[in-house]
């Protein structure tokens, strides 16, 4: 039958569900487009004791049939319950009287429920058999109930468990459901009611496993409907045709449990609310079952199967499908001879077929489904089935591979790419690239390239690779998408791709990618080498923090200082004083946290440079520094003034200008804050012959000499008085200096002379005799000009020596009256008459203390409470000290021969040097005389009298 026809068909026979289409998203799959493999081993199983065909079950009626618990159970007509292990041995036991006729077999518990008669007629008993426990070899049975509706005797048709153990459904041949709540291992506590009534017979039933709510499913020839246990048998009515008995099955999926029931036409799927996807499959069902996965059909076989005549005709062939409902495909399918039952055990299916004889269906290993599907070059499903079946992702990368090596091989360049992409971050990028680098390839490359940043994989390389494919393709859209998105997660290297956009010519994107990731040095570059907007540049650099800031005006700052030099001007007056960026509001966070702003300022010394070629505008931003920070280094001051005095020498003609930057120059060297260093300046000053400047930092470093020497080298004569009028104060030697320099002049300086002379004659300079030696050079100079000097100095020398005879005479006689004294002292008795204690003033009383110095008496208590030393009279004592102090002090500085020496030759006066060392006795040998104050002590009454003397 055509695609055609069948699609027709197919669109009559849902034709009852156009009313639901706008609801439901309904999903057909036509079984004849679906893929046919041969993916399970098909083999009969043998019995392990003989080798031989099994066929232990040969003579048994088998009724109903159950696995999932390690073993395989069988009942049949007869009331015996079958277990195969899997050595394939059979064990039984009677579980009724008369037959067995359903077995449920829970999978999650050791549990197996039975359905049969123990007695004639219609009384179907549920029997709970613990698989675990046994009683006389048999296993225990912990339950036995009833199961007839409302005491309505019908024929059991169908039996589920829910896996929790708390429910039971039982479906009945005149449409009743009767649902058991309650453990059902035992009666207790247990509760049962009808949930469903119908006037068809129940051909179907099942519990949702997973879910907050209890959901029963449940099917009969005329209705598929879901009963929500849990909200009052809440029912809801699927659909309007049902199925045939056996013909349902529910999924096992991890992912979503769904009921599945097979129909002539297809089978369909359905949640707890509303119907899902069908598959058309053509053919009459008789069984379905669930395994891993994969949904098994048992349908009447065609006649296009019919390959060989069956051996015993009256039984007739079915054919069992496996379809693997995930990956959309037939896993297997074969015909079998009127088949009982499928189970599914240890991994494997078993066929049951008619002649009792079992068939084993073994599921090839992944790796093996994926060869066969590699040499069909099915790479699609390969990956679909790979995944299904958790594949590693190293597999799943090998597979991508091959896929992509193939649609490359057969030219399908845009698949393979597809391909290739997700193997990214396994599979080399170089081999893929290495496939694409031919221009016609370029889109191709470009999105692989593309989904390489993507996923973060990209090198430098990559970067530039796929850059240059923009460039080349002129694709601005798509570079403009790659990198001038805003919102857009950066996966790239952004040096990388300024770079390239750079060497381009896409300047926009480039400065895009700068300003947007702060690569700085970047966007300035670009602005200033190749576009030349230096406004935009320097308008950057004053948006930037502060370190940044300064660091490119370091940079960059020579070159905007020659395109735009008012604006950098500003910006450095800025960023040197309180910086802030630009575009920063003037209160910031900061200020509203009320911390303290922190001042962010350059050193200014680090920017001259970039003024070389602009000392104007050099000037103009070191006035604005020293005017806000007038403690500002000494290099700002230094270099001002070499402008301000650069600007003297160089100006023109305009005596004005030339007078005021002179006024402006001198203003700076005697501002009190100026910090500029003294010898740099003066050395600047006079370099540049500024003679207001040299003269007034002679003058602060007192340089007084100096100030002299630059008015006599000027011959400026009157300045040379002023000069020492001024500074002779400090400096005296300024008159002896200008003597030496009037002396020399041979013109007429008789005024000067003679003031200098008053001056070295009121301050007494020079002796008369050098004067005299100095002026006999001066052939203008007469005795007339120091006459008047020369009288004056002789009547002086005899004053001093009329005065110095006197004072010798008289230390002479004061001299000889000590020596008397010290005489008698020695030889004559002296006798003590004071009356009063000279500390006290109370009257002498024995014992007391008389002193040679005569004046002074004490009481012996009061000199030694007051007295330091009882041996020296404590009144004397402080004249005494000082007198002694002297001469040691003498006797101290007579041995200082190299002192005397050194000052003998500075000295110009040598006379008055040896004249002084020996009023201080260094040429003398002094003789220290003792003291005369002695003491004497009087005794008591009738005790003799003795002196003491120290």
């Known amino acids: 039958m055509g695609e055609s026809v069948l699609k027709e068909q197919m669109v009559m026979r849902f034709s009852i569900f156009d009313d639901l289409s706008n609801s439901i998203n309904l999903e057909i799959h036509l079984f004849e487009q679906l893929r046919r493999f041969n993916f399970f081993d098909k083999e009969g199983v043998k019995d392990p004791e003989t080798n031989q065909v099994f066929e232990k079950l040969k003579e048994i009626n088998i009724s109903s049939c159950a696995s999932g618990r390690g073993q395989i159970v069988i009942a049949d007509c007869e009331g015996m319950i079958y277990m195969i292990n899997r050595k394939f041995q059979i064990t039984s036991f009677?579980?009724?009287?008369?037959?067995?006729?359903?077995?449920?077999?829970?999978?999650?518990?050791?549990?197996?429920?039975?359905?049969?008669?123990?007695?004639?007629?219609?009384?179907?008993?549920?029997?709970?058999?613990?698989?675990?426990?046994?009683?006389?070899?048999?296993?225990?049975?912990?339950?036995?109930?009833?199961?007839?509706?409302?005491?309505?005797?019908?024929?059991?048709?169908?039996?589920?468990?829910?896996?929790?153990?708390?429910?039971?459904?039982?479906?009945?041949?005149?449409?009743?459901?009767?649902?058991?709540?309650?453990?059902?291992?035992?009666?207790?506590?247990?509760?049962?009611?009808?949930?469903?009534?119908?006037?068809?017979?129940?051909?179907?039933?099942?519990?949702?496993?997973?879910?907050?709510?209890?959901?029963?499913?449940?099917?009969?020839?005329?209705?598929?409907?879901?009963?929500?246990?849990s909200a009052k048998d809440k029912t809801t009515i699927l659909e309007q045709f049902g199925c045939s008995l056996g013909c349902s099955v529910m999924s096992d999926s991890n992912q979503d449990h769904q009921f599945v029931i097979g129909r002539q036409d297809g089978v369909y799927f359905y949640q707890p609310d509303c119907r899902g996807p069908c598959l058309v499959i053509e053919g009459e069902k008789l069984k379905l079952e669930w395994f891993r996965g994969y949904l098994i059909i048992v349908g009447k076989e065609s006649k296009a199967f019919l390959k060989a005549p069956i051996a015993n005709q009256s039984m007739e062939m079915h054919t069992v499908t496996v379809c693997d409902m995930q990956n959309k495909f037939i896993a297997h399918t074969a015909p079998y001879p009127d088949v009982v039952d499928v189970l599914s055990e240890w991994g494997s299916l078993y066929v049951l077929s008619g002649d009792r004889k079992l068939y084993q269906?073994?599921?090839?290993?992944?790796?093996?489904?994926?060869?066969?599907?590699?040499?069909?070059?099915?790479?699609?499903?390969?990956?679909?089935?790979?995944?299904?079946?958790?594949?590693?992702?190293?597999?799943?990368?090998?597979?991508?591979?091959?896929?992509?090596?193939?649609?490359?091989?057969?030219?399908?360049?845009?698949?393979?790419?597809?391909?290739?992409?997700?193997?990214?971050?396994?599979?080399?990028?170089?081999?893929?690239?290495?496939?694409?680098?031919?221009?016609?390839?370029?889109?191709?490359?470009?999105?692989?390239?593309?989904?390489?940043?993507?996923?973060?994989?990209?090198?430098?390389?990559?970067?530039?690779?796929?850059?240059?494919?923009?460039?080349?393709?002129?694709?601005?859209?798509?570079?403009?998408?790659?990198?001038?998105?805003?919102?857009?997660?950066?996966?790239?290297?952004?040096?990388?791709?300024?770079?390239?956009?750079?060497?381009?010519?896409?300047?926009?994107?480039?400065?895009?990618?700068?300003?947007?990731?702060?690569?700085?040095?970047?966007?300035?570059?670009?602005?200033?080498?190749?576009?030349?907007?230096?406004?935009?540049?320097?308008?950057?650099?004053?948006?930037?923090?502060?370190?940044?800031?300064?660091?490119?005006?370091?940079?960059?700052?020579?070159?905007?200082?020659?395109?735009?030099?008012?604006?950098?001007?500003?910006?450095?007056?800025?960023?040197?004083?309180?910086?802030?960026?630009?575009?920063?509001?003037?209160?910031?966070?900061?200020?509203?946290?009320?911390?303290?702003?922190?001042?962010?300022?350059?050193?200014?010394?680090?920017?001259i440079h970039i003024f070389v070629n602009n000392s104007a505008k050099l000037t103009e931003f070191l006035e604005y520094m020293?005017?806000?920070?007038?403690?500002?280094?000494?290099?700002?001051?230094?270099?001002?003034?070499?402008?301000?005095?650069?600007?003297?020498?160089?100006?023109?003609?305009?005596?004005?200008?030339?007078?005021?930057?002179?006024?402006?120059?001198?203003?700076?060297?005697?501002?009190?804050?100026?910090?500029?260093?003294?010898?740099?300046?003066?050395?600047?000053?006079?370099?540049?012959?500024?003679?207001?400047?040299?003269?007034?930092?002679?003058?602060?470093?007192?340089?007084?000499?100096?100030?002299?020497?630059?008015?006599?080298?000027?011959?400026?004569?009157?300045?040379?008085?002023?000069?020492?009028?001024?500074?002779?104060?400090?400096?005296?030697?300024?008159?002896?200096?200008?003597?030496?320099?009037?002396?020399?002049?041979?013109?007429s300086c008789k005024s000067q002379l003679m003031e200098v002379l008053s001056n070295i004659d009121k301050r007494n300079l020079l002796p008369p005799l050098l004067v005299i030696e100095t002026l006999a050079h001066n052939s203008t100079a007469t005795l007339s000009i120091i006459k008047d000097y020369i009288i004056r100095r002789l009547q002086l020398e005899n004053d001093q020596i009329a005065e110095d005879e006197r004072l010798i005479r008289q230390y002479r006689e004061d001299t000889e009256k000590k020596r008397k004294q010290i005489e008698e002292l020695k030889t004559t008795a002296k006798i003590f008459q004071n009356s009063k204690c000279s500390i006290c003033s109370h009257p002498l009383e024995l014992p007391s203390v008389h002193f040679l110095c005569e004046p002074h008496s004490f009481h012996q208590h009061c000199l030694e409470s007051?007295?330091?030393?009882?041996?020296?009279?404590?009144?004397?004592?402080?004249?005494?000290?000082?007198?002694?102090?002297?001469?040691?002090?003498q006797e101290q500085s007579r041995d200082l021969h190299e002192s005397f020496h050194n000052q003998l030759e500075r000295s110009q006066d040598g006379f008055s040097v040896v004249a002084d060392y020996f009023g201080r006795g260094v040429f003398n040998k002094v003789t220290v005389i003792t003291d005369s104050n002695a003491r004497f002590s009087a005794s008591p009454p009738g005790r003799n009298l003795s002196s003491q003397f120290s």
Not at 121 to 129: A, E, Q, R, S
Not at 866 to 889: F, G, H, S, W
């Open 361 to 607: 269906l073994q599921e090839k290993d992944t790796q093996t489904k994926l060869e066969m599907l590699f040499k069909k070059n099915n790479y699609t499903l390969a990956i679909s089935l790979a995944r299904s079946q958790q594949y590693d992702q190293e597999g799943l990368i090998d597979i991508f591979t091959q896929y992509g090596d193939h649609l490359y091989g057969k030219g399908d360049h845009d698949g393979a790419i597809d391909q290739y992409i997700k193997t990214i971050g396994k599979l080399e990028a170089s081999y893929v690239i290495r496939k694409f680098l031919d221009s016609q390839r370029i889109h191709n490359l470009t999105k692989y390239l593309q989904a390489l940043h993507k996923a973060q994989m990209a090198t430098e390389e990559h970067t530039t690779l796929l850059l240059n494919c923009y460039t080349k393709l002129k694709d601005v859209s798509k570079l403009d998408e790659f990198i001038m998105t805003k919102d857009r997660e950066v996966d790239f290297d952004v040096e990388t791709a300024i770079k390239v956009c750079r060497q381009a010519g896409y300047y926009e994107h480039a400065l895009f990618l700068a300003e947007k990731h702060g690569k700085h040095e970047w966007y300035l570059r670009i602005q200033l080498e190749k576009i030349k907007d230096y406004q935009k540049a320097l308008q950057y650099i004053g948006n930037l923090e502060f370190a940044e800031a300064d660091d490119n005006l370091k940079k960059y700052g020579k070159m905007l200082m020659s395109e735009i030099p008012d604006q950098t001007t500003e910006l450095l007056k800025k960023l040197c004083t309180d910086y802030r960026p630009s575009n920063r509001l003037l209160v910031d966070q900061s200020d509203l946290d009320g911390s303290v702003p922190r001042i962010q300022k350059a050193s200014a010394e680090e920017f």
């Open 626 to 747: 020293i005017k806000t920070k007038p403690n500002s280094p000494s290099l700002l001051y230094n270099t001002l003034l070499e402008l301000y005095l650069h600007d003297i020498v160089h100006e023109g003609g305009d005596m004005e200008a030339k007078n005021e930057k002179q006024r402006r120059t001198l203003d700076l060297l005697q501002n009190p804050d100026a910090n500029y260093d003294l010898d740099q300046a003066l050395v600047l000053c006079q370099m540049n012959n500024f003679k207001a400047g040299i003269l007034f930092l002679y003058e602060k470093a007192q340089l007084y000499q100096q100030i002299l020497r630059y008015h006599m080298e000027h011959n400026e004569i009157p300045h040379v008085i002023d000069t020492c009028k001024k500074f002779g104060q400090h400096d005296p030697q300024l008159w002896v200096q200008a003597l030496s320099y009037f002396a020399k002049k041979e013109e």
């Open 94 to 229: 009677k579980a009724y009287d008369i037959r067995v006729s359903h077995l449920y077999q829970l999978k999650q518990f050791n549990i197996l429920l039975s359905v049969g008669e123990d007695e004639e007629g219609i009384n179907p008993l549920i029997k709970v058999w613990n698989l675990d426990k046994f009683d006389k070899g048999i296993p225990l049975c912990s339950r036995i109930c009833r199961a007839i509706p409302s005491n309505k005797p019908t024929p059991v048709t169908c039996l589920a468990v829910h896996e929790n153990l708390n429910w039971m459904a039982v479906g009945f041949q005149n449409g009743s459901v009767v649902v058991f709540k309650g453990d059902v291992k035992s009666d207790r506590h247990s509760k049962t009611w009808t949930v469903y009534e119908n006037q068809k017979p129940i051909t179907g039933l099942a519990f949702r496993p997973t879910g907050k709510n209890i959901i029963l499913f449940v099917a009969t020839d005329n209705s598929i409907l879901s009963i929500n246990l």
């Open 866 to 889: 007051y007295a330091e030393n009882d041996t020296e009279c404590p009144v004397c004592l402080p004249e005494n000290r000082k007198i002694m102090d002297i001469i040691r002090a």
